[in-house]
C-alpha cells in the first residue's frame, strides 16, 4: 500500500462521486483498524459487530460531506472515521446505560501451568480495573497507545489533540496506573 497515502485524495473523490470500487479500497484500508477500536470499547463482539456495520452505513451517508484538507489527508480522514466510531460507542454506552470503555484484555500463552494462569488472570483483572479508574480521556490514551500499539502523533491527530498533549496525559496515566497497582516507579 506504499501509494496508498498519496491517492487518498483521488480515491476520496471517487467514491464521494459513487465509484463502489474506490469505496472498497477505503473499506479494505480502514475496515479491521475501526473494528478493533470499537470492539476494544465496547467488550462485546457482537455489539462491536452491530456497531462496525452501523458505522460503514454512517460513512456511505456522510462521505459526501468530508472535505480533504491540502495535506495530511491520511490522519484527517482516519481522525474523521475515529470520531464517527467514538461517537458511536459513546451512544451506546448510553443507551445501555453500561459503564464507560471497557477492555477485553486477553493474554495467550502456550500451557502454563495452572497456578500460572492464575497469577496472570489475576494481574490482568487487576490491570483491567486499574484502567477502569482512570479518567476516559486517560483511558482512550493508553488503550490507543498500549493496547492498539499507535504512535503518539496517531493518537493525537485521532483524538484532535497536540501531541504533547497525548504525552502528558499519557505520563498521568501511567502515574495513575502505577499507584492503584502498587507499583514503585523509579
Not at 47 to 67: K, N, P
Not at 135 to 156: K, L
Request: no cysteine; proline share 4%; aromatic share 8%.
Amino acid at each position: 500500500m506504499a501509494g496508498w497515502e498519496a491517492n487518498l485524495s483521488e480515491v476520496l473523490a471517487r467514491a464521494q462521486r459513487g465509484d463502489q470500487r474506490a469505496f472498497d479500497l477505503i473499506y479494505h484500508r480502514f475496515a479491521d483498524p475501526l473494528f478493533r477500536y470499537i470492539y476494544a470499547r465496547s467488550g462485546d463482539a457482537s455489539q462491536a459487530e452491530e456497531l462496525h456495520g452501523d458505522l460503514w452505513l454512517r460513512v456511505v451517508e456522510r462521505l459526501g460531506s468530508f472535505r480533504p484538507p491540502p495535506s495530511g489527508v491520511d490522519a484527517a480522514f482516519a481522525a474523521w472515521l475515529y470520531r464517527i466510531a467514538y461517537n458511536m460507542v459513546i451512544d451506546s454506552v448510553r443507551r445501555r446505560g453500561g459503564p464507560g470503555v471497557s477492555l477485553d484484555i486477553e493474554i495467550v500463552s502456550h500451557d502454563p501451568a495452572p497456578d500460572e494462569q492464575i497469577i496472570v488472570a489475576s494481574e490482568a483483572e487487576a490491570l483491567h480495573a486499574a484502567i477502569e479508574r482512570l479518567t476516559p480521556d486517560q483511558r482512550e490514551v493508553v488503550v490507543m497507545r498500549f493496547f492498539e500499539e499507535r504512535s503518539n502523533a496517531e493518537v493525537a491527530a485521532l483524538t484532535g489533540r497536540s501531541e504533547g498533549a497525548v504525552k502528558v496525559m499519557q505520563h498521568r496515566a501511567l502515574k495513575t496506573l502505577a499507584r492503584l497497582l502498587g507499583i514503585e516507579r523509579q
